[in-house]
């Protein structure tokens, strides 16, 4: 079945980086646009980065850009969110998620299971 | 970035009695290809989101009967037609007009 396995969370320093991934299985993944959501402590849903299914075009939430970068190895069907700089505003828990339809930007049908983020000195 | 703003924040229901939930988007979200990008997402406790209603009105699969939804343009509604207790969470909506996608704030459903 379809299936997102996400890790690479942890606790970190302040101004460190961290890499999450993002395991892909049961679909073409390839074929399909990625996202990864986060969400606070106790807060909403934030889309932080969206990438093509080709990885030719990516897009940022602004609380992020130039410090996050994501990106994707269809060789091995696995997503990537390359966090730098990191501060405790990006403390929380880090979705990836498929869109519902091939190669365009739908709604997400399938999320992982999620990974915490801890930001502390 | 487009605004999604939801109404109310939270509801408290009984069970077997209805339930609405408003969400406004601060521009249209119809797309030139004839498609509404809005999404419905409940919030389980412990849990990651799950997909309910895709493009406005359609029912992912899986999705009891209980939840529609409706609208156009910048004003949209899920409903659910008798809360039962597995309906407890956070009800999202988002749009993806904008491929990064916003989400609104929330609704908590809790059961009276």
């Known amino acids: 079945q379809v299936q997102l396995v996400v890790s690479g969370g942890g606790v970190v320093q302040p101004g460190r980086s961290l890499r999450l991934s993002c395991a892909a299985s049961g679909f073409t993944f390839s074929n399909y646009v990625m996202y990864w959501v986060r969400q606070s402590p106790g807060k909403g849903l934030e889309s932080v980065a969206v990438?093509?299914?080709?990885?030719?075009?990516?897009y940022y939430a602004d609380s992020v850009k130039g410090r996050f970068t994501i990106s994707r190895d269809n060789s091995k069907n696995t997503l990537y969110l390359q966090m730098n700089s990191l501060t405790t505003d990006d403390m929380a828990v880090y979705y990836c998620?498929?869109?519902?339809?091939?190669?365009?930007?739908?709604?997400?049908?399938?999320w992982g299971q999620g990974t915490t983020v801890t930001v502390s000195s | 970035d487009i605004v999604m703003t939801q109404t109310p924040l939270s509801v408290s229901v009984t069970p077997g009695q209805p339930a609405s939930i408003s969400c406004k988007s601060s521009?249209?979200?119809?797309?030139?290809?004839?498609?509404?990008?809005l999404y419905w997402y409940l919030q389980k406790p412990g849990q990651p989101p799950q997909l309910l209603i895709y493009e406005v009105s359609n029912r992912f699969s899986g999705v009891p009967y209980r939840f529609s939804g409706s609208g156009s343009g910048t004003d949209f509604t899920l409903k659910i037609s008798r809360v039962e207790a597995e309906d407890v969470g956070v009800y999202y909506c988002m749009e993806t007009l904008h491929q990064r996608g916003s989400f609104g704030q929330g609704t908590k459903l809790e059961i009276k």
């Open positions: 998620a498929k869109v519902r339809v091939e190669r365009w930007f739908y709604g997400l049908d399938v």
């Open positions: 521009q249209s979200l119809l797309h030139s290809d004839g498609k509404t990008y």
């Open positions: 990438i093509s299914y080709d990885g030719n075009n990516k």
